[in-house]
């Protein structure tokens, strides 16, 4: 559906909508563009079929994306109450949108299935999301550039994906915009590689600020505190110098238990210092009983920046 449209649109869906599994060769099944007021809400279930559509032999020859739910320049959104399942790429897709609600979500895909990120922001401001549940392949929420005035509560993420709240990749094309006012408080992740992190690609000029993960709940988390100034995907990057500034983070009141030996994790580039990062009332222990390991036997590691620290940090090695 695109716009413009005089009034209010709103959309129930209640029943149980199926993507093709050929044939399809854009960006989403489901797209709204160019509205104000839209509101979609229901409790029916957008199935993109990824893992049958994978099974075959045109789409494997032929590669394409297909999301479940795009939202391009919506002014004013909700979404509400639906599942979206197995998308073939992210589930729900927002971009160049402002005042933007999500609420009462439910995501789900396999934990092997790529690119299948939950929620992706870019280039939104002013956005609300709350009492979701997300198991999926990828990223859970994933705030790109541009994502602005962002708050993020009461998600449930996992079991399965790579990161449970991503900043970034940042840096990787020119005319990229802030990320900053973000909050992401009261989530529970459970058994993701990654819990909350920021992510920053040698490239070109950006900046992430003004960024609070509070009140946080990690469950057998490989890594569930990490920012990485300096991340390299790719050869070509090795050689260039990390230009995105990394400022004025808080991690706080985060607890639960670690699956890797490496707890916390904070990367910064020499060139380019991450500035004023806050580690408060971190308490992660390894895997097991309470009468098991200790956190002694987890670490953390910060290079090329002075965090911040208050109360209890544990493991300690900033």
């Not at 199926?18 to 563009?33: D, P």
């Not at 399942?85 to 789900?108: E, M, P, Y």
């Not at 992430?208 to 946080?216: C, G, H, K, N, P």
Request: with cysteine; charged share 20%.
């Amino acid at each position: 559906m695109e716009g413009p449209c005089k009034s209010e649109v709103h959309v129930q869906i209640d029943g149980y909508l199926k993507a093709q599994i050929v044939g399809l060769r854009r960006l989403s099944w489901i797209t709204f563009s160019g509205l104000k007021n839209l509101v979609l809400f229901g409790s029916g279930t957008l199935d993109g079929q990824g893992p049958t559509a994978a099974k075959l032999p045109e789409n494997r020859k032929n590669k394409f994306v297909l999301q479940n739910l795009r939202l391009e320049s919506i002014t004013n959104g909700l979404i509400e109450g639906l599942t979206s399942k197995d998308s073939r790429s992210f589930h729900v897709h927002i971009s160049r949108s402002s005042n933007i609600t999500v609420r009462g979500l439910t995501v789900t895909a396999p934990p092997d299935s790529p690119d299948t990120v939950g929620i992706y922001l870019r280039r939104t401001h002013r956005v609300n999301i709350s009492d979701v549940d997300i198991a999926t392949g990828d990223h859970c929420i994933n705030l790109a550039d541009g994502s602005q005035q962002v708050n993020v509560r009461n998600v449930t993420c996992g079991p399965g994906g790579r990161t449970g709240v991503l900043v970034g990749s940042l840096g990787k094309t020119p005319d990229e915009e802030k990320v900053m006012d973000v909050a992401v408080t009261n989530c529970s992740f459970h058994g993701t590689a990654g819990g909350v992190r920021i992510e920053a690609v040698p490239g070109t000029i950006n900046t992430a600020m003004d960024i609070t993960f509070e009140d946080l709940v990690m469950d057998k988390v490989e890594n569930p505190i990490s920012v990485d100034q300096k991340f390299c995907p790719v050869q070509s990057c090795e050689k260039v110098e990390p230009k995105v500034t990394i400022k004025d983070v808080s991690f706080k009141n985060i607890k639960g238990t670690c699956a890797s030996p490496l707890a916390i994790d904070i990367s910064c580039s020499s060139a380019s210092f991450c500035k004023n990062l806050e580690l408060a009332d971190i308490d992660l222990k390894p895997v097991g009983t309470a009468a098991g390991p200790t956190a002694k036997t987890l670490k953390s590691q910060c290079t090329n920046v002075k965090v911040i620290k208050s109360g209890l940090v544990s493991p300690d090695g900033c």
